[in-house]
């Protein structure tokens, strides 16, 4: 039995409309036969963060980060055109009359095919979340050498 191609992406921004495409791109690859593995890293943490988590950062800059980046997925901005929130209504608007799944379906429907949704601990250290910051489709939570030798393995590798 020949060994399924393996996709890694690595997910670094926080932004709709990437992690839209993201989480896409995953979906796509996993309904074509593929071992995806996402790999969430920074800003792209926010992606898979379960709305509303507390934070547990230290110190005054920790937690003043962690005030203005609560993150979750109904927290996500457009990057083009945000204008103070109303672009990204509009995005969102304009993805629901599409009948274009949401960024909590999109989730939901990449883990139930395989996707392999993964935290970067180093970047999780860094803002202040542990494994309880994030959504339980989260699989695992990893160092950036154990995703970096997966990477090495995959067929097609994107940053996003």
Known sequence: MAEKEKITLVVFSGDLDRAFAALGF???AASMGMEVNMVFTFW???IIKRDGSGIKSKGLTGKMLNLINRGGPKRLKFSKFNMFGLGTWMMKRLMKDA???SIDQLITIAHQMGVKLIAC???MELMGA???SFRSEVADVVGTASWLEGAGQSKVTLFI
């Open 44 to 46: 792209g943490l926010n």
């Open 99 to 101: 009948n274009m799944p």
């Open 121 to 123: 601990t180093s970047s």
């Open 130 to 132: 542990d494994k309880d």
């Open 26 to 28: 995953g979906v796509i």
